[in-house]
């Protein structure tokens, strides 16, 4: 078992100075694993290879400067993700502004004050593990799409689709790209019901009665009481999806009968993208609709089963959308 000791978080410290160096360590070593470099090209390989959680870097060095170090290393889709904070002596805003410009997410000057520095790589380390934990979040929400897709469509790559076309769509609608990013990763939980819908409706390869109808009709529920209720915006967007996806335009859906702009909005362009993505593609009861007929049934539902304006949109965009189809193609067996 790895001990404590081993699991803190991991530093690069590149200073020029042994003296500089000592200083650092002296007010880092007891709460992290250091390791040092003093040179530019030496905080490369270190980066590289160790994958420290952040880098705190001096700007003037001989040969690679520390500006130039953090620019090798933003280029790199190794270390670009790891955060660097300049330590240097310079003091001029146009300094701070030359380090912001090179990719640092901080500045601090020399002389160093000890809890200055602490507070700052906390904070700096909080903020990955933030974004880790929202990525993590996100791969969890993704998976949770996928294996509910997985019932009665192998590969799982309609959920892929039709969140890229939902972003798209919403993009289109002039919301914002941060609003279309969430829309992009609630997206693929619209069918979570389908966990409790019973194979031999969700697989029949024929028509399904009114009764099976009836049963099938009842993911929407399920898919909303299986996400819940939670603080989580991206969650509430997730459970309001999944109940709302079946709704049309005319109020004739399902599971509530609701029309118009009473349908969330999320959930009108959800509706788009999933039954245009189900035309095109091969089941194993049809064969994957032409592009020109699936658009040709949008357009006939105009103001019956969808939102018309967002139709337009959609269409407006389709050469981004055949683009997504395209790299997220099925493969033959």
Not at 125 to 148: H, M, N, P, Y
Not at 162 to 171: D, G, K, V
Request: hydrophobic content about 45%; charged content about 25%.
């Amino acid at each position: 078992m790895l001990s404590q000791q081993d699991q803190r978080p991991r530093l690069l410290i590149v200073d020029d100075e042994p003296t500089n160096l000592q200083i650092l360590r002296q007010v880092l070593q007891a709460d992290y694993r250091l390791l040092f470099a003093r040179d530019g090209e030496k905080a490369l390989q270190l980066a590289a290879a160790e994958r420290p959680d952040l880098i705190l870097l001096d700007v003037m060095m001989p040969g690679l400067t520390g500006l130039e170090t953090c620019q090798r290393l933003k280029a790199d889709p190794v270390t670009q993700g790891i955060p660097v904070i300049f330590v240097t002596a310079l003091t001029d805003a146009s300094d701070e502004s030359a380090g912001f410009a090179a990719g640092g997410v901080d500045y601090i000057t020399k002389p160093i004050s000890p809890p200055v520095v602490s507070a700052r790589v906390r904070t700096h380390l909080s903020l990955v593990r933030v974004d880790e934990l929202r990525k993590t979040r996100l791969q969890i929400i993704q998976c949770l799409g996928r294996a509910a897709e997985y019932r009665d469509n192998e590969t799982g790559l309609h959920v892929i689709r039709m969140s890229h076309y939902c972003r798209i769509i919403a993009l289109a609608a002039g919301f914002s790209p941060a609003w279309a990013e969430e829309l992009f990763h609630a997206a693929p939980m619209h069918d979570i019901g389908k966990i409790g819908t019973p194979d031999s409706v969700l697989l029949k390869p024929g028509r399904l009665d009114d009764g099976e109808m009836t049963v099938m009709k009842q993911h929407a529920l399920m898919g909303a009481e299986i996400i819940g209720d939670h603080d989580s915006p991206l969650l509430q967007m997730a459970r309001t999806i999944a109940l709302h996806h079946h709704e049309k335009y005319d109020g004739t859906g399902y599971p509530h009968g609701i029309a118009g702009e009473d349908i969330p909005v999320e959930a009108r362009i959800v509706a788009i993208a999933d039954v245009f993505d189900a035309l095109t593609s091969v089941r194993p009861y049809k064969a994957a609709w032409p592009t020109e007929e699936a658009v040709a049934l949008l357009e006939k539902e105009k103001g019956r089963h969808f939102d018309p304006q967002l139709v337009d949109l959609f269409i407006s965009r389709l050469p981004e959308v055949l683009e997504v189809k395209e790299r997220f193609a099925e493969t033959a067996a």
